[in-house]
């Protein structure tokens, strides 16, 4: 089945370089949004119809549990309540993995689309829909980490709408954040990045921001996060983020954590990856386009990189990575999205997701 995959995701992204590659034409546009479609399909397909294991397996006997409560004690339930809500509608019309495995897609493939029609057109849309649907940092949610799949679509979204228009939608991308929110209590985090933005970063150079990511990547490298952020972190953000198992030290010392050999602190291999769109924009783009309203997605992304690496300490931290990995395409296409560059960009992203299949992402694909 991975040689199956490959290959029919080989062909279809062969096919939507070449129409990119003439996307000026009328036709190669139609043909684009077609290909996209047909990518969009094969993959809810993949994803929605096989046998649940590991992560979806224990969604579908939460589902399960869900379906057998009443509204009053679903407002009673522990569980992100937009997450919770949806479990609960989902169950009144089938409790079979095939239906609920497809609402899950929809519900983080549409707001995904809609954060790029904000800005962007059809065509610019698909192609940004074709950078994301097997980026591994996606897929990984959209695959198993539903909760997170969800809430990134109306993270970026409702980043769309406050900071990435010539006229911002302040009161739809601030109520888009907060559902995000409702998905999954650690997207709190996204909010907190806005409020830094908006009123510290917004107007100032994005050389304040590339310098307090520097810092935080300095403080990690000499193991200095782990003190500071337990001094001045109150126990109450930390319980609000779902974090507080992690700074539990029976959680670390406890057998199950000790078989995974996960690696805390400072990884360089995570920090090279967390640079990359920065050294884009540096090499690509003249610091006097600074004050570019596009460049307030790189502000963002510097302050979550921040947050990850104030955070490499505690267990699992790449989940908090996660949320500046999630916004490397967007940016990276927004910094490259010239005829010059944009064609070598796209293709090798694609080409790089066929090999992954073979690699790195082939058990979505077995």
Same mark, same amino acid.
């Given at each position: 089945?991975?040689?199956?995959?490959?290959?029919?995701?080989?062909?279809?992204?062969?096919?939507?370089?070449?129409?990119?590659?003439?996307?000026?034409?009328?036709?190669?546009?139609?043909?684009?949004?077609?290909?996209?479609?047909?990518?969009?399909?094969?993959?809810?397909?993949?994803?929605?119809?096989?046998?649940?294991?590991?992560?979806?397996?224990?969604?579908?006997?939460?589902?399960?549990?869900?379906?057998?409560? $009443?509204? !009053?004690? #679903?407002?009673?339930? /522990?569980?992100?309540?937009?997450?919770? *809500?949806?479990?609960? @509608? +989902?169950?009144?019309?089938?409790?079979?993995?095939?239906?609920?495995?497809?609402?899950?897609?929809?519900?983080?493939?549409?707001?995904?689309?809609?954060?790029?029609?904000?800005?962007?057109?059809?065509?610019?849309?698909?192609?940004?829909?074709?950078?994301?649907?097997?980026?591994?940092?996606?897929?990984?949610?959209?695959?198993?980490?539903?909760?997170?799949?969800?809430?990134?679509?109306?993270?970026?979204?409702?980043?769309?709408c406050l900071i990435g228009l010539d006229k911002s939608k302040p009161i739809k991308g601030l109520l888009l954040l907060f559902i995000a929110t409702l998905f999954h209590n650690s997207f709190w985090i996204a909010i907190v990045a806005f409020v830094a933005w908006?009123?510290?970063?917004?107007?100032?150079?994005?050389?304040?921001?590339?310098?307090?990511?520097?810092?935080?990547? $300095?403080? !990690?490298? #000499?193991?200095?996060? /782990?003190?500071?952020?337990?001094?001045? *972190?109150?126990?109450? @953000? +930390?319980?609000?983020?779902?974090?507080?198992?992690?700074?539990?030290?029976?959680?670390?010392?406890?057998?199950?954590?000790?078989?995974?050999?996960?690696?805390?602190?400072?990884?360089?291999?995570?920090?090279?990856?967390?640079?990359?769109?920065?050294?884009?924009?540096?090499?690509?783009?003249?610091?006097?386009?600074?004050?570019n309203r596009e460049y307030h997605f790189l502000k963002i992304y510097c302050l979550l990189a921040s947050g990850y690496f104030l955070l490499s300490f505690i267990p699992f931290s790449d989940r908090v990575a996660a949320f500046s990995w999630f916004l490397i395409?967007?940016?990276?296409?927004?910094?490259?999205?010239?005829?010059?560059?944009?064609?070598?960009?796209?293709?090798?992203?694609?080409?790089?997701?066929?090999?992954?299949?073979?690699?790195?992402?082939?058990?979505?694909?077995?």
């Open positions: 089945m991975i040689l199956f995959h490959f290959s029919f995701y080989s062909i279809i992204c062969a096919t939507f370089l070449l129409l990119y590659s003439n996307r000026s034409n009328k036709a190669a546009k139609a043909g684009m949004l077609l290909y996209t479609f047909i990518t969009v399909l094969w993959l809810w397909v993949t994803l929605s119809f096989r046998k649940p294991a590991g992560d979806p397996w224990r969604y579908m006997r939460g589902l399960e549990d869900i379906s057998t409560l $009443s509204f !009053s004690q #679903l407002l009673t339930d /522990e569980g992100p309540i937009g997450f919770t *809500l949806l479990n609960w @509608i +989902v169950s009144l019309v089938s409790i079979k993995s095939e239906f609920f495995f497809s609402i899950i897609y929809l519900l983080c493939i549409i707001p995904l689309y809609l954060a790029f029609r904000e800005k962007y057109s059809k065509t610019d849309s698909s192609t940004l829909l074709m950078l994301y649907l097997l980026y591994p940092f996606y897929l990984t949610y959209l695959g198993s980490g539903f909760k997170q799949g969800i809430a990134f679509g109306f993270m970026l979204w409702g980043y769309s908006r009123y510290w970063f917004r107007h100032r150079s994005i050389m304040w921001s590339i310098a307090i990511l520097m810092l935080c990547i $300095s403080l !990690s490298i #000499l193991g200095l996060v /782990e003190p500071v952020v337990r001094s001045i *972190l109150p126990a109450s @953000i +930390v319980e609000s983020l779902s974090f507080d198992e992690y700074f539990d030290d029976t959680f670390t010392s406890g057998a199950h954590y000790q078989s995974l050999n996960y690696r805390t602190g400072f990884r360089l291999d995570f920090a090279i990856f967390t640079v990359l769109p920065i050294a884009c924009f540096l090499l690509l783009r003249p610091p006097k386009l600074n004050a395409p967007y940016i990276l296409y927004q910094i490259i999205n010239t005829k010059k560059y944009s064609n070598i960009f796209v293709a090798l992203m694609l080409l790089t997701y066929s090999i992954l299949i073979l690699i790195y992402t082939k058990g979505y694909f077995q």
